[in-house]
């Protein structure tokens, strides 16, 4: 029996509970999901458990969407800071 998306995810989110960044070590990317460990021991360590919860939410929506919290949120309309056209200007003609 071929196992889900949805098994995938739950094995994802239970590796949460014990490895801040165990979902992406799972994907196999290790350097993200090594920084999403020390990242998370530090949050825990400096803000508590919003913290940490912060950092494993983080992990589980970049490795489930691929996209990180702040993406994950933004609207699709708006564009990313440095990046929109200054006001008054007009897009040039091709």
Same mark, same amino acid.
């Given at each position: 029996?071929? &196992?889900?998306?949805?098994?995938?995810?739950?094995?994802?989110?239970?590796? $949460?509970?014990?490895?801040?960044?165990?979902?992406?070590?799972? =994907?196999?990317?290790?350097?993200?999901?090594?920084?999403?460990?020390?990242?998370?021991?530090?949050?825990?360590?400096?803000?508590?458990?919003?913290?940490?919860?912060?950092?494993?939410?983080?992990?589980?929506?970049?490795?489930?969407?691929?996209?990180?919290?702040?993406?994950?949120?933004?609207?699709?309309? =708006?564009?990313?800071?440095?990046?929109? &056209?200054?006001?008054?200007?007009?897009? $040039?003609?091709?």
């Amino acid at each position: 029996m071929p &196992e889900t998306n949805s098994s995938h995810n739950a094995v994802k989110l239970i590796g $949460e509970a014990f490895i801040p960044g165990a979902s992406l070590l799972l =994907d196999g990317k290790i350097l993200a999901g090594g920084a999403h460990a020390i990242v998370g021991a530090w949050a825990r360590a400096a803000i508590g458990p919003v913290g940490l919860a912060l950092v494993v939410a983080n992990s589980y929506a970049r490795s489930t969407t691929g996209k990180n919290l702040l993406k994950q949120f933004r609207r699709s309309g =708006d564009e990313p800071r440095g990046e929109a &056209e200054p006001a008054g200007t007009s897009p $040039e003609p091709k």
